[in-house]
Every structure is written in structure tokens, then in C-alpha cells.
């Protein structure tokens, strides 16, 4: 059980890429590029509300030397005062106004670029090829979705203006504060080697304890995600106790990451504070020292404490701010990662034409090997005329799959082409390969809906009444108007309202609204029982009337439907002919018909 929670920690662990870095740099100019313009006008209101914050202590000042008659030698001129007064109020209401333009802006702004964001990473995920999702969890992909872009939006929200803020205001007091009083400004600038040498420490560590943070909650939405989409497994082989030992292990990995990231703010915030109040200490003595002795004025020193209160309060809120930044940062250099990860059946740059596909396939010197170097398929030449039913047999891990999804270019080959009607699937256009062919699992895969609209999926567009015509073709519709609402029955969670018979004929009513010229029926029939199976086996006929069909299947009552069987072995042809051909000549497909027979009595 150890071994198991230490084989999840280090499989699902994600370190980042050297270039992680730079790709995320880039994915976000290119996110905030369309918006250069609000983005410019951002920047002057972050500068105008700054510079509105700066004018209070200096009004005080002002208001101090010029107006209090024992400061200014007996002079008793209201009119200072008020002038004051009105400057401070009006300093407060463009403070007031150019923060609440800000905010209003920066959020249309923040909502845009996390939409584009989002849209990018959904659309990206899609077009990725089956083998990317084979070996991307899906837990990582919500994790993507949701987590990272939470923390993305956290910093979008206001965590970013508040960190620019703060810069500005450093950078103002510490101009204003030479501006003031140069000697009694150096003074309060001797702290700020300690200040860049602390900022330098917290900001390294940080950055690594804010990435462990993220690679941790990372694997905990992995495994709830898993955990629970296999919860019949789990449950049925009772992996309860172990998935808790799991769980616990990467929660706990999570809090003492949190925890780390939590003690570092714990140092770093209280040591700002420490430094800022021995800061101030140190001005209130010596300013007080140049008043008494007449090189400073009261007002001058009441100023230079409010600028010092707007000096260090910043750099401690830096530290919250940084944490949600560097958060932030390790989500965009793992979004930066998923979208530069390349397409390995990518769209070619010019599609050569499929208009009207018959469904003639070829392979030529086809060889192919996935990402772990295993051959699956060493050499392959093979024709299929089209309108013609191939049925592939062979033992588990023979190719029977693999030569599907080549047709179907969920995987293109290492080496040799798979040619539609003469031409390389790699030049046929996405829209117009998925129009032609069409695989059909036995996962039977629906979505929630309707029965309707997961008939409709098979053709974008189609009508009610081509919907209810590919299921009566099919004998579906028997079922589906028994049905409490008919078509219009939600058939819940991947279909969990209907049958395994029902959603492999509601598949098939897909695949027949669709049309394709080329039909990949992979396993389709293999979790049905006999009465469904019977009535799939109806369908099947009309189904594969007319077009190119690959059958992929072990229980041979559906392979005796097909006008070809292909008898693979090692991903080469072993067997080819007829069943009726096969069966007699008693080679490899005449003893796995042996046995199937066998296996009804």
C-alpha cells in the first residue's frame, strides 16, 4: 500500500518545463494583446489615483507650516486652511473616482482575457489526439479548467492592481521623502537594503513553495476526480481503504505545502513590520532633533510619518500580493504548458479535397508504434474496395484496434500512408474525415440530454424528423416512444437511464444520421446479451448496407455479417477471405469459430 501511495506521488507529480517560463510569458501577451488600448488607459488611472494618494501628507504638511498661526509667526490666515482642505477633499474624490473607473475597467477587461483563456484551453483539450488523453488524465484536465484558472482569476480580480499599487507608492515616498528632506530621507532609506535582501529571500522561496502548492492540489483533484469516476470499481473490489490511504497522502502532501508557503509570509510579514517600526522610531527621533534645532519644519516631520505609514504598509501587503502572483504564475506556466503541447494528427496546411468519399481505403507500407516505442503494427499492406464489410479477429493486443483508430486517424502512422479513396488521411481535412468516417465503441457513449439530441450529434443541424427516420431505420424507435417523454427523454449520465442494448441502437441511430462513407465498429456488440445482441444484429445490417465497414468483434455472430475477415496476429495479416472460406480451411479463424461454437452449446 506504501508503494502504491508512492508510485501516485511520483507519476502524477508534474515538474516544470525549463521553458515553461517563456511559453507563459508569451500565451499572456498574446491574451492581453487585443486589449492594448484599455490596457493603456488602466495605467493612467493607476498613475492618477497614485498620484492623488501621494497628495494627502504633503497637504498636511502645507497645512501645518502655512496655517497654524504659532507655526507661521503670528499669522492668522484662515484662507490657507480652507484652501487645504478643499486640495485634501478633492485629492479624496479622484482617489475615490479613479479607483472606481479602475476597477470597473480592469474587470471587464479580467473577465475578457480569463474567457479567452478558458475557451483556448477547452477548445485545445478537444483537438488534442486520443493518445494526449490517453495519458492526460482527466483529473488533470479539470485541474487545468478549474484550478489553475481560479488562481489566474484570483490574481485578474484585484490582486494584480493592488500589487502595482504598491509598487508606485514605494517608489513615490521614496522620491517624495529626498524631495522633503534629503538628509532625514537617507536616514529612512538606510532600512532598504534589509528590505531588498528580505523581499529577494521570500520572493525565491516563495516562488518554489507556491509551485509545490500547485503540483499538490493538483494531485488531489486527480485522484477525487478518478476515485469517483470509477466509483463502481471501487466499490466493487472494495479499494475504499486503500484510495483513503491515497487521498490522505496527497491531502497531506497539500497542507504541509500550504503550510510552508503560510510560514513564509508568517517571517517575512512580521519582519517588514519589525523594520518599518524601527524606521519610523528612528525618524520620529532624529526629525524631532533637525525641528528642535531649526533645520526642519513640525510640518515636514508630520509628512515624512504619514509617507513612512505609506511606505511600509505596502511592502507587507506585497506579501499576499506576491503569493497570489507567483500562484498565479505557476497556473499560467502549466496552462502555457497544455497549449503548446502539440497535435500529433495535426490539420494539414492544405487540405486536398474529399467531397464526395466512397469509402475505398488502402494501407501502404504501414507501420506504426506508440509513444513508449512499442510495435504494434510492423508492416501492414492491405486493400478494402469500398462498400465492402471487413471483420477483424484476432487474439488481445493483435492490432484489430490500432488499425481502426488509423482509419480513423485518431493516430497517424509511423511510417507509410492510410489512403480514403487514393488520398493520404494526413491531407484530408478534419470536417471532412470526421463526416467520413465514423467509429462506433462499446462504450456507447452519450451525453446528457436527450435521446434526440445524442441521436443528433451524428449530424449537427438535422431535423426532427431525419432524427426519428435514422432511429426507425435502425428499429430504435420502438423503444425510444415507449420511453416516459419519447425522444424527449433525458437519458441521464452517459446514458445511464437506458440499456446497454438501448444505448448501443441509439449509437447506431447516430452513425446512420451521419452517413459516413467508411463505419468503424469497435467491440460495439461486446457488452450486450444475447435478446439485445439479436436486435443489434438487425440494426447491423441496415447499418453497413452500402458502405466501407471495419468490424472489430470476438463474438463471431458478428462477424459472419462481414464479406472479408482479416485474421491479424503480431499487427500483421495472418488470415484473408470469406468466413465461409475461412472456416474451411481450417486454419486460425476456423478454431476461434471452433470455439465460439463451442461456447453457445
Not at 182 to 201: D, E, G, M, Y
Not at 247 to 259: E, H, K, Q, T
Not at 358 to 365: E, K, M, N, P, S
Amino acid at each position: 500500500m506504501a508503494v502504491d501511495v508512492q508510485r501516485w506521488r511520483g507519476t502524477a507529480t508534474e515538474e516544470p518545463d525549463p521553458t515553461a517560463r517563456v511559453a507563459s510569458r508569451r500565451l499572456l501577451g498574446s491574451l492581453l494583446r487585443p486589449y492594448k488600448r484599455q490596457i493603456a488607459v488602466l495605467v493612467a488611472l493607476l498613475l492618477a489615483q497614485n498620484f492623488a494618494g501621494m497628495a494627502g501628507p504633503y497637504l498636511v504638511k502645507l497645512g501645518i507650516d502655512r496655517g497654524i498661526p504659532p507655526l507661521t509667526g503670528g499669522r492668522d490666515d484662515p484662507t490657507v486652511l480652507v484652501t487645504v482642505a478643499v486640495a485634501f477633499a478633492g485629492a479624496t474624490a479622484a482617489e475615490f473616482l479613479t479607483r472606481r473607473w479602475y476597477l470597473a475597467l480592469s474587470g471587464r477587461v479580467g473577465n475578457a482575457v480569463l474567457l479567452d483563456l478558458r475557451t483556448r484551453v477547452y477548445r485545445h483539450f478537444q483537438r488534442l489526439s486520443i493518445g494526449f488523453h490517453e495519458r492526460f488524465t482527466s483529473g488533470r484536465v479539470i485541474a487545468r479548467l478549474t484550478s489553475d484558472v481560479d488562481n489566474i482569476s484570483e490574481l485578474a480580480d484585484g490582486a494584480l492592481d493592488d500589487l502595482v499599487l504598491a509598487g508606485l507608492s514605494v517608489l513615490s515616498v521614496a522620491g517624495i521623502l529626498l524631495w522633503l528632506d534629503p538628509p532625514l530621507a537617507l536616514v529612512t532609506l538606510a532600512s532598504f537594503p534589509f528590505l531588498l535582501w528580505l523581499s529577494r529571500w521570500f520572493q525565491r522561496a516563495s516562488a518554489r513553495a507556491y509551485r509545490r502548492t500547485r503540483e499538490t492540489i493538483a494531485l488531489v483533484i486527480i485522484h477525487f476526480v478518478e476515485s469517483l469516476g470509477g466509483i463502481r470499481a471501487v466499490q466493487a473490489f472494495r479499494r475504499e481503504r486503500r484510495n483513503d490511504e491515497i487521498f490522505g497522502a496527497v491531502n497531506d502532501d497539500y497542507r504541509r505545502a500550504s503550510l510552508t508557503a503560510q510560514r513564509l509570509v508568517a517571517t517575512y510579514s512580521p519582519a517588514i513590520k519589525v523594520i518599518g517600526n524601527v524606521s519610523i522610531a528612528i525618524v520620529l527621533t532624529y526629525g524631532g532633533w533637525r525641528v528642535l534645532h531649526g533645520h526642519a519644519e513640525v510640518g515636514v516631520l508630520a509628512a515624512f510619518l504619514l509617507y513612512l505609514r505609506r511606505f511600509y504598509e505596502p511592502i507587507q501587503e506585497l506579501a499576499q500580493f506576491y503569493n497570489t502572483l507567483q500562484s498565479a504564475t505557476a497556473a499560467l506556466e502549466k496552462l502555457a504548458a497544455v497549449l503548446d503541447e502539440p497535435c500529433s494528427v495535426p490539420e494539414p496546411a492544405s487540405p486536398a479535397p474529399l467531397r464526395h468519399p466512397v469509402g475505398a481505403l488502402t494501407f501502404d507500407r504501414v507501420s506504426f508504434a506508440y509513444r513508449s516505442g512499442t510495435v504494434v503494427i510492423p508492416s501492414l499492406d492491405l486493400h478494402v474496395p469500398a462498400g465492402q464489410t471487413i471483420a477483424l479477429v484476432g487474439a488481445t493486443g493483435a492490432g484489430k484496434s490500432t488499425v481502426a483508430k488509423l482509419v480513423a486517424r485518431f493516430y497517424d502512422p509511423t511510417s507509410g500512408e492510410v489512403r480514403l479513396d487514393g488520398v493520404d488521411l494526413r491531407s484530408v481535412a478534419e470536417d471532412d474525415l470526421r463526416r467520413a468516417v465514423v467509429m462506433v465503441t462499446q462504450e456507447n457513449y452519450l451525453f446528457s440530454g436527450t435521446v434526440a439530441s445524442n441521436i443528433g450529434f451524428g449530424r449537427p443541424g438535422a431535423s426532427r424528423v431525419e432524427i426519428e427516420a435514422a432511429a426507425a431505420a435502425i428499429g430504435a424507435d420502438e423503444f425510444i416512444r415507449g420511453l416516459p417523454d419519447g425522444y424527449d427523454t433525458d437519458v441521464r449520465k452517459r446514458g445511464g437511464r437506458l440499456s446497454a442494448g438501448q444505448r448501443q441502437l441509439v449509437a447506431f441511430a447516430r452513425a446512420f444520421l451521419a452517413d459516413p462513407a467508411v463505419l468503424i465498429l469497435d467491440e460495439a456488440t461486446s457488452s450486450l446479451d444475447i435478446p439485445s445482441e439479436r436486435l443489434v444484429q438487425e440494426a447491423l445490417r441496415t447499418i453497413l448496407a452500402s458502405r466501407t465497414a471495419l468490424v472489430i468483434a470476438h463474438r463471431l455472430s458478428t462477424v459472419e455479417i462481414a464479406d472479408r475477415v482479416l485474421v491479424l496476429s503480431g499487427g500483421r495479416i495472418v488470415e484473408d477471405g470469406p468466413p465461409a472460406s475461412l472456416i474451411r480451411g481450417g486454419g486460425h479463424y476456423a478454431e476461434l469459430h471452433t470455439q465460439w461454437r463451442d461456447s453457445l452449446l
